[in-house]
């Protein structure tokens, strides 16, 4: 049990997919100008690395091991696309504004990154538990930077004003790529000095 | 040999559920997607008419029935080409997005121009939305633009998709920006004027808006296509004036 509690805590923080093995950065930048998208775009993402992970788990001894990656990425290509098209029928308006980036799901190295890592090694179950825990690591990191950048940028958290335009101006830096990638950049900065000082040591 | 047969096997067997799978999909879902897609041009033809159909978040306040009735009452569409002349055959619902925001481009024109007529329902007079497309910075940015029933004084205008620069070109969908629009003449004496969105801070005048600090080059582009794109409207409201 514990065992299985850590494949869903460990990349939470530890071993987090965008801070420590600094994968899905792309993405990262481009959809955290505003929580609300973030917040869409992580449970895109949590969806279908659930889904794909499973999958591909559950076809790990069948996959030939020659076209193993095209199959991977036929499974998760599907899966993306079905996300797209759910998106576009149920939440149109957001859709709008996540636009290129949840087709862009299919180059997250995160997703192809865990078929490859884990659910090709690993039973259905676990490889769900190891889908959702990354999935929920990608969570943690973009609603942060996103909270910052729209909170920094725009003073307002989820659309709801906080820092009143009477008396602060936004930062517009906050909301181009560069201020993504400063804020990501401090993240890992402090996570790696004062967070998983113990790991570095053991390293 | 027996490997082979076993890969191509397999690989067969996962591109036909994955495709099957998707068209499966693809069908169920079209009709919501294609009605959302329709719904979101119908509420931004409402809103630059000045109808509330969303709260201030932009969330719509309005069921998708409520919309489409809304739309049918209210409003009639007609579809012109590029030389301002009303093609009866075309529909508006039938036309698709890049037709009428991509301009040709050595012409500068698009292939076919939308024109929206509103009637209030209680003082009958009519209001007017054209499509302004073309060019910004970075990107192709889409609007309406309403006119009075003179068909010169502009009531309103809204930009619904772009993708400038946040906080600098971003800013002319912004109400602060929109806003200068209103009232503003697109004619004097009845000859159509060079429309002007001047360096911010210069002195306007009925013909020109202030700019927005920061994103020249976006108002550059928002000036362009807003005169090719008037010219052609123009040319439809002079001919129909001819005929009455």
């Not at chain 1, 990354?134 to 996103?146: E, R």
């Not at chain 2, 040999?1 to 068209?23: E, P």
């Not at chain 2, 121009?113 to 910004?136: F, M, N, W």
């Not at chain 2, 004619?187 to 009925?206: E, N, V, W, Y």
Request: proline share 4%.
């Amino acid at each position: 049990m514990a065992k299985l509690r850590k494949i869903v805590s460990d990349p939470l923080a530890d071993n987090n997919p965008v801070t420590w093995q600094v994968l899905g950065v792309c993405s990262a930048l481009a959809v955290t100008t505003k929580v609300s998208t973030a917040v869409v775009m992580s449970l895109a993402l949590t969806a279908v690395l659930c889904c794909s992970n499973v999958v591909i788990s559950m076809l790990r001894k069948m996959i030939p091991n020659k076209i193993r990656m095209i199959v991977e990425l036929c499974v998760i290509a599907t899966l993306v696309i079905l996300a797209d098209q759910i998106l576009r029928a149920y939440v149109y308006e957001t859709s709008k504004q996540l636009s290129v980036f949840v087709g862009l799901i299919i180059t997250n190295c995160i997703v192809m990154g865990r078929a490859e890592a884990y659910a090709l090694q690993n039973p259905p179950f676990k490889s769900l538990l190891d889908g959702l825990g990354n999935g929920l690591g990608y969570s943690i990191v973009l609603i942060a930077v996103a909270s910052l950048r729209e909170l920094l940028g725009s003073g307002t958290w989820f659309g709801l004003t906080i820092l009143s335009e009477s008396w602060y101006t936004g930062n517009t830096l906050m909301l181009l790529p560069p201020g993504a990638f400063v804020i990501i950049g401090l993240l890992i900065w402090g996570q790696r000095t004062f967070v998983s000082k113990t790991l570095r040591e053991e390293d | 040999m027996r490997d082979q047969a076993k890969i191509i096997g397999f690989a067969t067997a996962v591109c036909l559920v994955c495709s099957i799978l998707l068209a499966l999909v693809s069908t169920a879902l079209g009709p919501r997607q294609a009605r959302n897609k329709a719904n979101d041009v119908k509420s931004k033809v409402l809103q630059v008419f000045g109808v509330q159909v969303t709260d201030a978040s932009g969330k719509p306040c309005v069921s998708p029935e409520e919309l489409d009735t809304l739309f049918k009452q209210r409003i009639t569409g007609l579809v012109l080409d590029s030389t301002g002349k009303h093609l009866p055959e075309k529909a508006v619902a039938d036309l698709n997005p890049r037709e009428i925001s991509e301009p040709d481009k050595t012409s500068g024109l698009k292939p076919f121009y939308p024109l929206y007529i509103y009637e209030d329902p209680e003082t009958q007079t009519r209001q007017y939305a054209i499509h302004v497309s073309g060019k910004g910075l970075w990107s192709t940015v889409k609007g309406f633009m309403a006119l009075k029933a003179d068909q010169s004084t502009i009531a309103g205008i809204v930009f619904y998709e772009h993708q400038e620069t946040p906080g600098l070109g971003g800013e002319i969908e912004k109400p602060f920006f929109l806003n200068r629009f209103k009232g503003k003449q697109l004619h004097a004496d009845g000859t159509l004027q060079a429309f002007r969105i001047t360096k911010p801070g210069a002195q306007t005048d009925m013909h020109s808006v202030d700019g927005i600090t920061a994103a020249t080059m976006t108002c550059r582009g928002v000036e362009n296509f807003l005169n090719t794109d008037f010219a052609v409207y123009d040319q439809y409201f002079k001919n129909q004036k001819a005929v009455n």
